[in-house]
């Protein structure tokens, strides 16, 4: 089947209630929004309970959507994934908003943006975070923040298929963002990968007391992630770490040796 609105991807985390699932689908198919993926459902997601809920052509929907084991599955092949979220702090920092994501990701090569929203009662953990980014926060009342799942669904994506189908939309700031001519855009797989070399690299050169590595990473994620990175540019990036872990003495003939072994004197030191 060829996506009606190609460039977004509906993901749902562990969802628990097939009604919320049932009415998702009747989402997708409102915004006729093809690929969507379910992550270690908590139920039984094809119930008669969720069919109530996909009236319609969503009963198709319901039938043929993607169910995986993690997140890192089912966002692995998109250029960004957009986590949605309530909660703002130190490790949850919102850097965008529902309307700008038409003009984040807009560009001439295509891309897939995945769209990702927690499990209703706990939203996405930290651990999920790590999959995601970009976090964008829905603004709602103070006495009555949270939203049906269903409900911020449609709230998001309402906008986006908007933007979509307006053949004159665009905006300078979305021109300025195209990615230049030759370069593919990173995956979030690559971008996966980028972060886990530079989080051997930081316990390679001592930044590993108090959970250092972890703390940098959030600001090392932000920066690559919301920067429009290439595969052309992860490869270079990488290549100069892996060059400064064999002055190290921590990458031997192209594999990562013990973190321990023929470390020089001084690089275990603790400096942040």
Same mark, same amino acid.
């Given at each position: ?8 991807? %509906? ?10 699932? &049932? =009415? ?12 969507? !993926? ?36 089912? !966002?692995?092949?998109?250029?960004? =994934? ?6 703002? &702090? ?12 038409? !003009? ?8 897939? !943006? ?20 970009? %976090? ?13 799942? =269903? ?22 700031? @979305? ?19 980028? @972060?886990?070399?530079? *989080? ?9 007391? &108090? ?10 994620? &932000? ?18 770490? =892996? ?8 990458? %031997? *003939?192209?594999? *990562? ?16």
């Amino acid at each position: 089947m060829t996506p009606h609105f190609p460039r977004y991807r %509906l993901v749902l985390v562990s969802p628990k209630f097939p009604g919320n699932i &049932g =009415s998702c689908a009747r989402v997708a198919a409102n915004f006729e929004m093809d690929d969507w !993926v379910i992550v270690a459902p908590q139920c039984t997601w094809d119930t008669p309970e969720a069919l109530k809920f996909a009236t319609g052509i969503s009963e198709e929907k319901l039938r043929n959507v993607r169910v995986v084991a993690t997140l890192q599955e089912a !966002v692995a092949d998109c250029t960004a =994934s957009v986590g949605f979220t309530r909660r703002d &702090g130190k490790i949850r920092k919102i850097n965008t908003r529902v309307h700008d994501i038409p !003009v984040l990701f807009q560009g001439s090569s295509p891309s897939k !943006v995945a769209l990702v929203f927690g499990n209703e009662e706990t939203g996405l953990t930290f651990e999920e975070l790590e999959s995601c980014t970009h %976090l964008c926060s829905i603004p709602t009342s103070d006495a009555m923040g949270s939203m049906n799942l =269903s409900h911020a669904v449609a709230v998001v994506t309402a906008p986006l298929y908007a933007a979509a189908h307006e053949e004159s939309w665009q905006s300078p700031a @979305m021109t300025a963002l195209q990615p230049d001519t030759g370069f593919t855009p990173a995956k979030v797989a690559d971008l996966d990968g980028l @972060m886990q070399h530079v *989080r051997e690299f930081l316990i390679d050169i001592g930044m590993n007391k &108090g959970g250092n590595p972890e703390r940098i990473l959030v600001l090392f994620r &932000g920066f690559f992630f919301r920067s429009r990175i290439t595969r052309q540019e992860i490869r270079g990036v990488r290549g100069v770490i =892996s060059k400064a872990q064999v002055k190290l003495g921590t990458r %031997l *003939r192209g594999k *990562r040796t013990h973190p321990t072994e023929n470390t020089p004197e001084g690089a275990q030191s603790s400096d942040t």
